[in-house]
């Protein structure tokens, strides 16, 4: 990690003890193994006690700086206007709501090299429904990506046009994987250790949610496949 500058991206519409956990670990594993990094936390008009944290870490922290949104814009705007804000060589997005944290990130830095989009994986991924409906439509873009639900991607800086600033959030990094594919850009995929289950969803609104998520990720690739024959 010691030859990489890299901006470490975080976007949050809620959850302040995350929030504070992956800052705390991205904080300690840049201070052992970065000589120049930053920290970027996207407030995506979050609820109160998640942008008083978010206040919090920017002012306490030399390293982190903090965007914010007054309305809602989603994980996909969050990081695509976040990402023309950053210094770094490479881009670390994590998508709180997903199942990986920044302990991995050495990893798929040790493999950024040469590569413009670099994925992580679990060698033994939960298997949760809602895992299973997601890695369904996330395959039918990127078929070979091999853990589609875990939300830990790096991107090389000069790649920011590779997202999208439309289509569902979840899919974010997955759409990039095969925007970067189909340029004939090097992409790599590296197993870290994460295991760290989703969320269970068991309410009818999770169930919605996950229902909603299919039904925009099949619109959307549809209008790929229309869009480009």
């Not at 903090?66 to 969050?78: C, E, H, I, S």
């Not at 830095?109 to 439509?137: K, M, Q």
């Amino acid at each position: 990690m010691e030859a990489i500058k890299l901006s470490i991206i975080l976007p949050t519409n809620g959850g302040g003890k995350r929030l504070t956990m992956a800052v705390a670990e991205a904080l300690a594993l840049a201070g052992e193994a970065l000589s120049t990094y930053e920290l970027i936390i996207v407030d995506d008009a979050s609820d109160h006690e998640t942008a008083r944290i978010a206040d919090r870490l920017a002012a306490t922290h030399q390293h982190v700086a903090l965007l914010r949104f007054t309305r809602r814009l989603g994980y996909r705007r969050a990081l695509h206007d976040a990402w023309g804000a950053a210094s770094g060589q490479y881009i670390a997005a994590l998508d709180l709501s997903g199942p990986a944290s920044l302990r991995e990130l050495p990893q798929l830095c040790a493999a950024a090299p040469g590569h413009a989009v670099v994925l992580g994986y679990r060698e033994r991924p939960t298997h949760s429904l809602r895992e299973l409906i997601f890695n369904t439509t996330a395959r039918r873009i990127a078929p070979e990506v091999r853990d589609p639900a875990l939300g830990l991607a790096l991107f090389h800086a000069d790649q920011r046009d590779l997202i999208a600033t439309a289509g569902p959030d979840r899919l974010t990094h997955i759409a990039a994987y095969a925007a970067a594919q189909q340029r004939g850009l090097p992409v790599t995929q590296v197993s870290i250790k994460a295991q760290t289950p989703l969320a269970p969803s068991s309410s009818p609104s999770s169930a919605l949610g996950v229902g909603m998520l299919v039904a925009a990720g099949s619109l959307w690739l549809l209008r790929r496949i229309m869009r480009h024959p």
